[in-house]
C-alpha cells in the first residue's frame, strides 16, 4: 500500500474535488479504516504474544477487503450526524484507498477486493514503494494535508447523541467486523496469497516455491535470515545483506528453514512505516478535534 500521507493527500483532494461540500475529517476517518488491519497485525502480537502469527496474518488480510471495510463503516456511520451520507463517503474513500494500492508492487501480496465473494487478486504494480514517484506523492501530501488543515479540524461535531439501538447496531457491527473474517481465512490460505499454505506445511516444503513481501532481513556472522509472516526465521542461501533490514524474497525451499534465493530487493527499512505511523497521527488529530470541538456560532453546518 501507499503510505498513509499519500492516501491522505491524494485522496483528500481528488474526493474534495468530485464530492462538493465532502468533509475533510470523514474523508480522513475512510483513508484509514483499510489500514486498521494493518495497525492491528503489528499490536494484537505485541500485547498477546501467544497469538499464531500465520493465522493472525491471514484473518486481519480479510479484514482488509472491501467488504469488511464497509462493515466498518457502516458501524461508523450509524453515530454520524448524516448516517447516510457519511456511510456513502466513507465507501467511496474507502473503495479509493484500496484500488491506489493496487499500483504498487507487491511480490505475493495483494488487494482482495471482492473477497470473500471472490478471492482473485488486483495488483497492478506500476511502482515499488520507495520509488521516487511515490517519494514525491508523498511529500505534497503532506503539504496538502498541512494546507487544508484549518478546513479539516473547523466543522460540527463529527457525532451525535445516538439511540440504545443506534450503539446497539453500531456494535454489532464493529464485532463482526473484527470476529467474522475467521470465517475466511481458510479460503484466503486455500488461494495461495503469501505462501500461506506452504508456511504451514513445514514437513512439506522443501522443493517448493516461496514468495516474501517485505519481512525483516536478519543479518548474520555468517548467513543472513528473512523472518516470514509465520514468524519462522529461513535462512537465506545465495544473499548476503549489509545489515538488518527488510527484504523481498522469490526463492526455493531448500530444507524446512532455509531457502535459495531466486530474486531479492532490499527496501529501505522503517522508512514507510514511519510515513505511514506520521499520516496515522495527522489523521487522528483531526479527527479528535472535531470529535471535542463545538462549532462557531453561525458556522454552516457540514455533514458529510
Not at 474526493?15 to 475512510?30: H, K, L, S, V
Not at 473503495?95 to 477486493?113: F, M, P, R, S, Y
Not at 522443501?206 to 514468495?211: D, S
Not at 527496501?267 to 487522528?284: C, E, F, I, N, Y
Amino acid at each position: 500500500m501507499p503510505n498513509t500521507l499519500v492516501h491522505l493527500g491524494v485522496q483528500g483532494l481528488a474526493t474534495r474535488a468530485a464530492w462538493r461540500g465532502a468533509d475533510p475529517a470523514w474523508i480522513y476517518a475512510g483513508c484509514v479504516i483499510p489500514d486498521l488491519p494493518w495497525i492491528l497485525r503489528r499490536t494484537v502480537p505485541a500485547v498477546a504474544p501467544s497469538v499464531n502469527l500465520l493465522d493472525w496474518h491471514l484473518h486481519t488480510a480479510v479484514q482488509a477487503s472491501f467488504l469488511f471495510c464497509l462493515v466498518l463503516a457502516g458501524a461508523v456511520a450509524l453515530l454520524a450526524r448524516d448516517s447516510r451520507r457519511v456511510f456513502l463517503l466513507l465507501g467511496v474513500t474507502c473503495l479509493a484507498h484500496l484500488l491506489l494500492d493496487t499500483v504498487e508492487i507487491k511480490w505475493g501480496n495483494c488487494v482482495h477486493l471482492l473477497a470473500p465473494l471472490s478471492w482473485r487478486p488486483l495488483s497492478l504494480g506500476w511502482v515499488w514503494p520507495e520509488s521516487a514517484w511515490i517519494h514525491g506523492l508523498t511529500a505534497a501530501s503532506l503539504a496538502a494535508v498541512l494546507i487544508q488543515w484549518r478546513s479539516a479540524a473547523r466543522g460540527p461535531p463529527l457525532l451525535r447523541r445516538p439511540t440504545p439501538a443506534r450503539v446497539a447496531a453500531a456494535a454489532v457491527l464493529a464485532a463482526a467486523w473484527m470476529a467474522l473474517p475467521a470465517a475466511w481465512t481458510g479460503a484466503l490460505e486455500a488461494s495461495g496469497m503469501q505462501d500461506a499454505a506452504t508456511l504451514r506445511n513445514r514437513d512439506g516444503r522443501v522443493g517448493r516455491t516461496i514468495v516474501l513481501d517485505r519481512v525483516p532481513l536478519l543479518h548474520g556472522a555468517t548467513e543472513d535470515a528473512a523472518v516470514a509472516i509465520d514468524g519462522s526465521r529461513l535462512v537465506l542461501e545465495g544473499f548476503r545483506g549489509d545489515r538488518d533490514g527488510l527484504v523481498s524474497v522469490r526463492g526455493t525451499f531448500t530444507a524446512p528453514d532455509r531457502v535459495r534465493v531466486g530474486e531479492v530487493r532490499v527496501h529501505p527499512a522503517g522508512q514507510r512505516d514511519l510515513q505511514t505511523v506520521a499520516g496515522l497521527a495527522l489523521a487522528a488529530v483531526v479527527v479528535l478535534l472535531r470529535l471535542v470541538r463545538r462549532p462557531d456560532p453561525g458556522e454552516p453546518a457540514r455533514a458529510a
